[in-house]
């Protein structure tokens, strides 16, 4: 209310606008982490947008000898804090300052050898990973919690395991009557199996779910809001896929963000998309993660997507079913949704999804 200069009362009418709390939880090491918190800047520039970074599992200096379960909490609290500092530094590029990166904690499984990941994590671009090692980066869980829960309500969307939100969830059950909704890069339908590292054929799992089963258990069965899974079928496809790291540099515009991003890009095409070509014609890079920040969109996810409400038959975590872990049994629900809080699921992308796609992508990037 205004005071004019006859004494006379003016009413100024206020737009409020809600601000849409946004919480990422993203994994590390791979680009496309990144490219998922980047889109989710981009299309909500408006939102409080908080970062939660879980580690994976990792070995240094391990072997091709060393076993997957053979990792050290050390070695991987040490990747996660350089990568915290990566994130933010990696991001400056495109104009977006997190103030904090929050502890996610450390998957307890992995699928990568350790030989792999240790060559991933020395190749940093914009950080000296010795100095990076030395600081501890992430802000306590305990303060994401206190976050949370000062929140009105919030969407959380996953790049990865879901074990940075079910840790939240057990240190404070409270905080699961805030989430809106949930939106991962999650599960797969049983037509892709996991990349193969010359080891025994691993089948059609998916990695984020196999990384912790049981954190994939409890949030599919133990949250009471919309789930959107965007299986591996969706982020896999040709159409939306490039060759190599040049395709996709071709393809973004040019400036310094995309320039560095293309580095990251060819640095894990050559450890891990290249070797697998020789096998396979049809490896391409995927962005896989991107799906996360698509599906929140509405609008993004009805142009792109095929979704269809499904229900969760069962998610495999107990000791007896570890030859099954990184599976989810799912149906689609034809004959009627759930009453409330359905699971969704796309099955693949509209006929005019890739082009809607690539270019959302490109000015993404713009």
């Known amino acids: 209310m205004l005071v004019s200069q006859n004494g006379s009362l003016i009413f100024e009418r206020r737009l409020v606008v809600e601000r849409k709390n946004i919480v ?23 939102a409080n947008i908080q970062v939660v970074l879980t580690g994976r ?45 929050y502890d996610g904690g450390i998957a307890p499984r992995t699928l990568v050898p350790h030989w792999i990941h240790f060559a991933e994590y020395y190749k940093f671009l914009d950080a000296d990973p010795l100095q990076a090692l030395r600081h501890s980066e992430l802000e306590g ?32 059950p409270e905080v699961a009557k805030k989430i809106n909704s949930v939106h991962a890069m999650f599960g797969t ?10 080891a025994e054929p691993r089948g059609a799992m998916q990695f984020n779910v196999a990384c912790d089963p049981q954190a994939a ?29 040049q395709k996709l540099r071709e393809t973004l515009p040019d400036n310094a963000g995309t320039r560095a991003l293309c580095h990251l890009y060819a640095l894990w095409y050559d450890a891990a998309v290249k070797p697998r070509q020789a096998q396979n014609p049809e490896e391409r890079i995927f962005i896989h993660d991107l ?47 759930p009453p409330r809080f359905p699971h969704w699921a796309a099955t693949g992308l509209k006929p005019n999804g ?13």
């Open 24 to 46: 990422a939880f993203i994994d590390a090491p791979d680009p496309d982490n990144f490219v998922m918190v980047i889109a989710l800047y981009k299309l909500n520039p408006n």
């Open 57 to 101: 599992p990792v070995r240094f200096n391990a072997t091709r000898d060393h076993k997957n379960w053979q990792w050290d909490m050390q070695s991987s609290r040490m990747a996660q804090e350089a990568s915290a500092l990566r994130i933010k530094n990696f991001l400056k590029q495109f104009g977006i300052n997190v103030a904090g990166v």
């Open 141 to 172: 869980q305990d303060k994401l919690v206190e976050v949370l829960l000062a929140m009105d309500s919030f969407d959380a969307v996953v790049g990865g395991p879901m074990t940075g939100l079910h840790q939240v969830l057990v240190r404070n």
């Open 189 to 198: 339908w049983g037509n892709v199996k996991l990349m193969d590292f010359g």
């Open 217 to 245: 258990h409890a949030i599919l069965f133990g949250v009471n809001c919309p789930v959107y899974l965007m299986p591996t079928e969706v982020t896999r496809v040709a159409d939306i896929g490039f060759d190599n790291a």
């Open 291 to 337: 799906v996360g920040a698509f599906s929140l969109d509405p609008q993004l996810r009805e142009e792109i997507y095929e979704v269809t409400p499904i229900m969760i038959e069962e998610v495999p975590f107990l000791p007896n079913e570890a030859k099954e872990w990184g599976r989810i049994i799912i149906q689609p629900e034809r004959l009627h949704c």
């Open 354 to 366: 890739a082009r809607k796609y690539l270019e959302t992508l490109k000015g993404i990037f713009s």
